[in-house]
């Protein structure tokens, strides 16, 4: 049954020139038939480059939008209109336009997980694998740092000669895992490394053996000696793991890292959506592409 739809899906994808591109996410069967599979900065980077006249995101709503900014002159499709980063919608342009006000001179650095609206008024964007490398970049000292003052912190440690001004947001989802749940889990299975994503808050990423986005703590795995793992991020990652390392054994580090919205998409969403039964394309005036484009850009510059 499961394969009848993904051939199915596969035959559509040619016939109607779409380009399927997926967040790690999302599940096994669908990771499988997409053409591109990755962390947020990886798609990004994909959908600029991508032959096909039509794109369909299997991720959440700030993803398609992305794509769409990136290659205004494509079809972007989200496969569920209702999968969207809770992270996404808890800063909005007018409240970056007034904090802006109080710490004027300041860069303002987005993480991706931000509407295309509110990229509008920041400098440039971040992705958790590309943070790091960016903000070192900036010339200026002064930083301001939205939405996720976890990643923040944690890109505060990385680079301490600058000045990261942080204000409350983060994801839900990650910010749940508490310390104690970390150290429980280290203990129970005391071969294992931790690997965790910087969205964690900073307790938890301390005890982490390795910090990363959801690509590279998957190519950490896959390249250890390690034979096992504790995974700190949602748990598909795990899952996927397990699929391409049978030898190794991946633990969750906490059953609440389930991020609903990414697994509101189903395969059957993903042949709808391409039916063009369900699904909604991304529609963005072209002032907010323009815009949004240009942090988006100098992500891709400085993140390359
Ligand atoms: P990545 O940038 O690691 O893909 O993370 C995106 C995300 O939404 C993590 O929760
Ligand atoms: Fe947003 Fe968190 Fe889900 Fe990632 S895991 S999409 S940051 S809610």
């Given at each position: 049954m499961i394969k009848d739809v993904q051939n199915e899906i596969l035959k559509l994808k040619k016939e109607k020139d779409i380009c399927i591109l997926a967040h790690s996410y999302i599940g096994h069967e669908i990771i499988e038939i997409a053409d591109f599979t990755g962390d947020s900065y990886a798609l990004s980077v994909k959908a600029k480059s991508a032959p096909q006249k039509n794109i369909l995101m299997v991720g959440v709503r700030f993803m398609a939008e992305t794509c769409k900014i990136l290659s205004p002159d494509k079809k972007v499709?989200?496969?569920?209109?209702?999968?969207?980063c809770p992270m996404a919608e808890q800063m909005n342009k007018e409240l970056i336009e007034k904090v802006k006000g109080m710490y004027e001179g300041a860069t303002v650095v987005a993480y991706?997980?931000?509407t295309a609206e509110l990229k509008t008024v920041c400098d440039v964007c971040v992705t958790s694998s590309s943070a790091v490398k960016i903000v070192k970049q900036?010339?200026?000292?002064?930083i301001l740092f939205i939405p996720d003052c976890n990643l923040g912190s944690y890109v505060q440690e990385q680079i301490p000669d600058k000045k990261l001004i942080l204000l409350p947001g983060g994801c839900p989802i990650h910010a749940s895992v508490t310390e104690e749940e970390a150290i429980k889990a280290k203990e129970k299975y005391t071969n294992a490394a931790l690997l965790v994503h910087p969205e964690c808050i900073p307790d938890v990423v301390k005890h982490a053996d390795f910090v990363g986005s959801t690509s590279a703590i998957m190519e950490y795995a896959k390249n250890s000696d390690n034979k096992e793992f504790i995974i700190g991020t949602e748990i598909s990652i795990a899952e996927h793991l397990q699929y391409e390392c049978p030898d190794k054994i991946f633990h969750y580090?906490?059953?609440?890292?389930?991020c609903r919205n990414m697994k509101k998409t189903t395969l059957c969403d993903v042949l709808n959506a391409m039916k063009g039964i369900t699904g909604e394309e991304i529609i963005l005036s072209d002032d907010t592409i323009v815009k949004a484009r240009k942090c988006i850009d100098e992500m891709i510059r400085l993140g390359g």
């Open positions: 499709i989200l496969a569920h209109s209702e999968a969207g991706i997980n931000t900036i010339e200026n000292d002064k580090l906490s059953d609440k890292l389930v």
